[in-house]
């Protein structure tokens, strides 16, 4: 799909500046998901966006901007800024004193505009990725998504350790939970049949709990596969979903405790 | 023109009203978790800087702030003990009132002696697993922070 003409630069940077309207904001992140290099150049938009902002917060207040106009409007002008200050003053206040983080207002946002339910699942058949059936079911005591980005077996083999542990540990309390290692980057190179070290400790891991899923992120297989020809073949019983990032989002706003490790 | 000047006035005045109040209380109480696995000292000391500066910001009275130490975070406790500036920090910060747990698994797994071998780790510093203390935390509220 060529999302160039149907996005302008424009048009991204509204959304990125939070201008959309909800319809709108959810048709471009289905684009983004769908196309790799429209999400690149909302990347691109937003990095901008954020160093604009903090080169913004950095500038001293505004006022002296009044000195420049002619004598006769100055008191006009601070009668006005007075005004607005007012308002803008009071609006301030009761804004922040509101406390109501700004994660809140996040969390709303991309809960319009990301439902769990758009997301192509591969193996749909998979229940335990079925995240509508389990994420209301009360007999869960706990979920862990654990987040795998490093190619580095040093690394992998300590994070497989803590899973033994973590496994192990609710196992022994009689603890009902679901736990979930979301691999993606580098990474995936631990789930790939021809490059991880750990096949067996894997292997051994999903035969002994049946709660705990490998998932493997699809934009990182499709990025493989675009830049360097590789195709990933997964070990036996890794799911994959349509992206890490995206699915570590979903689990938190579904009550995912989030471990990086 | 003094109307104008005291228009102004009320206007700061309005802006002094309406935002100390909102900037005193901008942090209220908060429930936070840090989270330590690596061996780095110089990532360890930014951690602790990071802590810090979190209680600076925020107060200590305001904080519930727990570190959890699993893996190779432990080298962290073991470092205090020949780096004065490390334990330095790390005692500073529990005179704050910072909790530091450290994992069971890890001190098994590593064969580790915590009274000889850590800076200043007693028996109630120990949790079962330090990834599921994490997860636990969280599930009370606490925010995730990975420095």
Known sequence: ?261 | MKKLIAIAMIGILAIAVGISPAMAGKYKKQKVVYHINYDNPKRQNGALRNIQNHINAVRAKNLDLRVIIHGKGYTMLKHANTDANMAGRIDNLKSQGVKFNICNNTLRGKKIDYKKDLHDVSKEDIVPSGVAELAYLQAKGYAYIKP
Request: hydrophobic letters at 40%; one cysteine or more; glycine letters at 6%.
């Open chain 1, 1 to 261: 799909m060529k999302h160039e003409d149907q996005f302008s630069d424009e048009y991204l940077n509204a959304f990125v500046d939070d201008q959309l309207t909800p319809e709108e904001r959810t048709q471009v992140y289905e684009a983004i998901n769908n196309d790799s290099e429209l999400n690149q150049r909302v990347c691109e938009l937003r990095k901008l966006h954020d160093l604009v902002q903090m080169s913004y917060e950095r500038l001293p207040p505004m006022s002296s901007s009044i000195d420049s106009a002619p004598i006769s409007r100055r008191y006009w002008a601070i009668g006005i800024a007075a005004g607005l200050a007012l308002v803008l003053g009071v609006l301030l206040g009761w804004g922040l004193a509101g406390d109501k983080p700004a994660r809140a207002t996040i969390a709303q946002i991309t809960q319009q505009t990301i439902p769990g339910n758009i997301v192509p699942v591969i193996s749909s058949k998979d229940e335990f990725l079925r995240g509508k059936g389990f994420a209301s079911d009360k007999k869960i005591q706990v979920k862990v998504l654990i987040h795998l980005n490093t190619g580095n077996p040093g690394r992998f083999k300590e994070a497989l350790n803590d899973v033994r542990g973590l496994m192990h540990y609710y196992r022994s309390k009689n603890i009902n939970a679901r736990v979930e290692i979301v691999a993606n980057g580098k990474g995936l190179s631990m789930l790939r049949v021809d490059t991880t070290p750990f096949a067996k400790e894997i292997k051994q891991l999903q035969a002994e709990y049946k709660n705990l899923r490998f998932v493997a992120c699809k934009n990182t297989i499709d990025r493989l596969a675009r830049e360097k020809g590789i195709i990933a073949r997964l070990l036996p019983g890794v799911v994959v979903i349509d992206s890490g990032v995206v699915q570590i989002m979903r689990r938190q706003q579904q009550g995912w405790a989030y471990i990086q490790v």
